[in-house]
Every structure is written in C-alpha cells, then in structure tokens.
C-alpha cells in the first residue's frame, strides 16, 4: 500500500537495478518498473559521446572534448578530433591519462604532455562523469593558448607604440627558425624602418642582440645594444618563458644624452641665478662643424649670465679656452678672458656622461683684490705685534735695570754700615792714636 517511490538495489535476478514502485488503489494491485544499471550507464555513454562527437566538429582551433572510462585512462571513447595530423597510427593521449589518474588519486586533474598525437603538447583538464563511472576531459593545444594570449599582447603593444613619443619603443618577439638557424620574429611593428642597405636580422633590419638574448636565448637585463636600425639603445629585455616571447623597451641613447644635458643646463642656469658674485656655472659642446674655420670653437650651452645688456657677447659660438680644453678631455685650473672680456680664473672638467664640458669661473677682480686686502691687513698686523713687542721688551728691561740698581744701592748701603761697625769697634778697643793707624792701615 506504500507509494509511489524509487529505489536501487538487486532484482529477482540479482542484477543492480534502478527501480521505481507504485500502488494502485482501485486494482488493489503495485506496479513496479526497473532498468538494470549497467544498461542505463551505457545508454546514457553513448548518448553523451554523440553529443561530444558533435560539439567537437563544431569546435573551431584544437579545442578538443573526450569522454575516458577510469579503467582505460589514456584511451578516449570519442571520435579523435585530428587523427590526419598522427604519423602513424594514434597513440595514446599521454596528457588525458595524467589527468584522469590525478583526478582518481586526488591530485590536480590538469597535465601539460603530448595527445595520441605524440608530437603536439596540449593541456588536458578532467572532471568526473559519476553517471557514467568515467571522466570528462578539456583539451587544447599550447601553442593555441600562446597564440590566443600573444595575439592582445601584440596588439597592446602596437597601440602603446602609437602613444610614445620620442624614440622610445616597445617591442615583443618569439623564436623561431629561419633557414635552420635559430632567431626571433618580431610580433609587433617597428615605429622606425630600417636603414637602406642594410644587412642581418629579422626583415632586411640590423641584428638586433636585445631581441635575440630575450626570445632566442629567454635572458633579462640592461644594456646598451645596437637596435634594428643599428643604432646604439638603452634596452631593458626580459623573457615570458611560458610564451616563448621576448619583451623590450628601448630608448636612443642620443635621445637620452641630449634630455640628461637639457637637464644639467636647466640646473646650471638655475644655480647662476642665485648668486650674488661673479661665480658662474657654464656647460658647453662643440658646434656642429659647418666649415674649417670652426676648428677650437666651443657652443655655450647655459644663458650668459654676466653678458651686459643689449650685447650678444660674441653669440654662444665662440672660443674660450677653459672650455676647449674640457673638451678635448683635460681636467684643471687656468685663467682666462671670458664670453665679456673679462679676466676670469676657471676649473674646467669634461663630463663623458653628458658629452659636453662643464666650466666653474669667477672674475679674477673678486678673487685677487680681497686678497691684496688681506695681505695687507696681514703685514699691518705683523708690524703691530712687532711694535707691541718692542714696547714690551723695553719696559721689561727698564724694570730690570731699575731692580739691578736698587740691590746695588742696598749692597752699597749694607757695606757702608759694615764699615762704619768695624771703625767704632776698633776705636772701642784700641788708644786713639792706635786705632787711627789701624784704621789708616799702618800695621
């Protein structure tokens, strides 16, 4: 009298079965029905293998779906997708059976290895199929997935390019083959072509060593390197090893050069302005040579800060020895005729980052007058310590004398009132006449 339900258990033939009951009150009778599993489980495999079977014929690419029992892992139920690109009979997906054998043990069902084609790596993911005591696996080539994200990359890449400015470039390349040589293909165009003539690399370009090290030989760094126009670069390359790409960013080094000297002159003109003295900050280069006659000249490259008004100073082509001798690479002092026609003293030393001389100068006038005032001040001052010396000394030695002549006058004194004791005492102790015989010295 119980229903209606399911149930799953063994029949009468004891075959597990899938099963359903039901009562039925006015036939006072139960109607049973049932399905032996296995059945089920193979009419339910067939009907998702067609199904596969037809997504994968929709599939564009080498996306690929299959359907592997968990007794044959590697062995695929459905129809092979690309069995026109296996050199010989198909073999076994190597990557599928991973998968699945890491799905069944708990491990990552995901593989990276070669399909039943055995010369394409693909990646393989799994799922379990419970219904049908099987597993479901997603397959696609790597080198779709490469080409699928390289496609953005590239593109992107253009579109940055198009933004620069300046000579600064971004470039992606990939290695490849070329005339069984390894070298790199470049994913994305060039802001600037190459020189006529010339020989090497990729298209008719110069060899472009940062472009190889990051996707031939996969390293990353620094360097200056020529570019593909066989200009001299600073380049920052690194690899992407999962894409087999090379990525670079590029900038010439004159370019470079020339924005670190705008700098300095910027500073320099800066610094010029907040003195109150003569001194004075120049940096120069040569002139672009137009003609023999410009041989020895210098191009100032800082404002002429003590230039009088209303004059050019001979304009900022012109000599000036400090300058030239920073140039030709000397380090050192000198004095010398400015861009005013002042006399000026100068250290002068050449930059190699730069390119360019830096000159330090002051007019002669502000270092030599203090000077000849110091000096004098030195003299006067010796004089008046030798004065005051002196002054010293004689009163020191009037002092002395006047103490020299006091002790003799005391010694005088002393011997006096000796000689004035022994006279009273031998006339105390000698007759008049004797004493004064005495006294005279007559014995």
Same mark, same amino acid.
């Given at each position: 009298?119980?229903?209606?339900?399911?149930?799953?258990?063994?029949?009468?033939?004891?075959?597990?079965?899938?099963?359903?009951?039901?009562?039925?009150?006015?036939?006072?009778?139960?109607?049973?029905?049932?399905?032996?599993?296995?059945?089920?489980?193979?009419?339910?495999?067939?009907?998702?293998?067609?199904?596969?079977?037809?997504?994968?014929?929709?599939?564009?690419?080498?996306?690929?779906?299959? &359907?592997?029992?968990?007794?044959?892992?590697?062995? @695929?139920?459905?129809?092979?997708?690309?069995?026109?690109?296996? @050199?010989?009979?198909?073999?076994?997906?190597?990557?599928?059976? &991973?998968?699945?054998?890491?799905?069944?043990?708990?491990?990552? +069902?995901?593989?990276?290895?070669?399909?039943?084609?055995?010369?394409? +790596?693909?990646?393989?993911? %799994?799922?379990?199929?419970?219904?049908?005591?099987?597993?479901?696996?997603?397959?696609?080539?790597?080198?779709?997935?490469?080409?699928?994200?390289?496609?953005?990359? $590239?593109? $992107?890449?253009?579109?940055?390019?198009?933004?620069?400015?300046?000579?600064?470039?971004?470039? =992606?390349?990939?290695?490849?083959?070329?005339?069984?040589?390894?070298?790199?293909?470049?994913?994305?165009?060039?802001?600037?072509?190459? +020189?006529?003539? $010339?020989?090497?690399?990729?298209?008719?370009?110069?060899?472009?060593? %940062?472009?190889?090290?990051?996707? &031939? =030989?996969?390293?990353?760094?620094?360097? #200056?390197?020529?570019?593909?126009?066989?200009?001299?670069?600073?380049?920052?390359?690194?690899?992407? @090893?999962?894409?087999?790409?090379?990525?670079?960013?590029?900038?010439?080094?004159?370019?470079?050069?020339?924005?670190?000297?705008?700098?300095?002159?910027?500073?320099?003109?800066?610094?010029?302005?907040?003195?109150?003295?003569?001194?004075?900050?120049?940096?120069?280069?040569?002139?672009? %040579?137009?003609?023999?006659?410009?041989? /020895?000249?210098?191009? !100032? =490259?800082?404002?002429?800060?003590?230039?009088?008004?209303?004059?050019?100073?001979?304009?900022?082509?012109?000599?000036?020895? +400090?300058?030239?001798?920073?140039?030709?690479?000397? *380090?050192?002092?000198?004095?010398?005729?400015?861009?005013?026609?002042?006399?000026?003293?100068?250290?002068?030393?050449?930059?190699?980052?730069?390119?360019?001389?830096?000159?330090?100068?002051?007019?002669?006038?502000?270092?030599?007058?203090?000077?000849?005032?110091?000096?004098? !001040?030195?003299?006067?001052?010796?004089?008046?310590? #030798?004065?005051? /010396?002196?002054?010293? =000394?004689?009163?020191?030695?009037?002092?002395?004398?006047? $103490? !020299?002549?006091? *002790?003799?006058?005391?010694?005088?004194?002393?011997?006096?009132?000796?000689?004035?004791?022994?006279?009273?005492?031998?006339?105390?102790?000698?007759?008049?006449? %004797?004493?004064?015989?005495?006294?005279?010295?007559?014995?």
């Amino acid at each position: 009298g119980k229903g209606p339900g399911s149930f799953r258990g063994p029949d009468y033939t004891n075959r597990t079965v899938y099963g359903g009951y039901a009562f039925l009150p006015a036939a006072n009778m139960a109607l049973v029905y049932k399905a032996n599993l296995a059945e089920l489980r193979d009419m339910f495999l067939n009907q998702t293998v067609r199904s596969i079977d037809i997504l994968n014929a929709e599939f564009s690419g080498t996306t690929e779906i299959m &359907v592997q029992q968990k007794e044959a892992p590697g062995h @695929p139920l459905t129809v092979l997708k690309m069995p026109d690109q296996c @050199p010989h009979p198909c073999g076994i997906d190597h990557a599928g059976a &991973v998968a699945v054998t890491a799905l069944y043990s708990g491990g990552t +069902p995901t593989a990276i290895d070669l399909d039943y084609r055995e010369t394409v +790596p693909i990646i393989s993911v %799994a799922a379990i199929l419970q219904s049908v005591n099987g597993s479901l696996l997603y397959e696609i080539d790597v080198s779709e997935i490469k080409n699928n994200l390289i496609g953005p990359l $590239s593109s $992107s890449s253009s579109d940055i390019n198009a933004a620069l400015g300046g000579t600064t470039e971004l470039l =992606l390349g990939q290695s490849t083959v070329i005339n069984d040589t390894q070298t790199y293909a470049y994913l994305t165009g060039r802001r600037f072509g190459c +020189p006529s003539g $010339s020989s090497g690399g990729a298209a008719g370009c110069s060899f472009d060593g %940062a472009m190889y090290n990051a996707s &031939v =030989l996969c390293k990353k760094g620094t360097e #200056v390197l020529p570019d593909y126009r066989g200009k001299d670069t600073l380049v920052s390359f690194a690899c992407v @090893p999962d894409l087999d790409v090379g990525l670079l960013l590029k900038q010439d080094m004159a370019e470079l050069l020339e924005s670190s000297l705008n700098l300095t002159v910027g500073y320099a003109n800066s610094f010029n302005l907040a003195q109150t003295s003569t001194l004075e900050l120049v940096v120069g280069r040569r002139p672009a %040579a137009t003609s023999s006659s410009s041989a /020895g000249l210098v191009e !100032i =490259l800082t404002d002429l800060a003590h230039c009088p008004s209303g004059s050019s100073c001979g304009g900022r082509v012109q000599r000036f020895g +400090p300058m030239e001798a920073a140039l030709d690479g000397a *380090t050192g002092l000198m004095t010398a005729t400015d861009y005013s026609g002042t006399e000026v003293m100068s250290a002068y030393s050449y930059s190699s980052a730069l390119g360019a001389g830096v000159v330090f100068k002051v007019d002669r006038s502000e270092v030599v007058n203090p000077l000849y005032v110091r000096v004098i !001040i030195l003299i006067l001052a010796a004089i008046g310590v #030798v004065t005051l /010396g002196c002054l010293v =000394l004689h009163y020191a030695a009037r002092r002395l004398l006047a $103490s !020299i002549e006091e *002790t003799w006058e005391k010694s005088k004194q002393a011997v006096q009132e000796q000689k004035e004791s022994f006279e009273n005492l031998v006339s105390a102790l000698y007759p008049r006449f %004797a004493s004064e015989r005495l006294l005279a010295g007559d014995t």
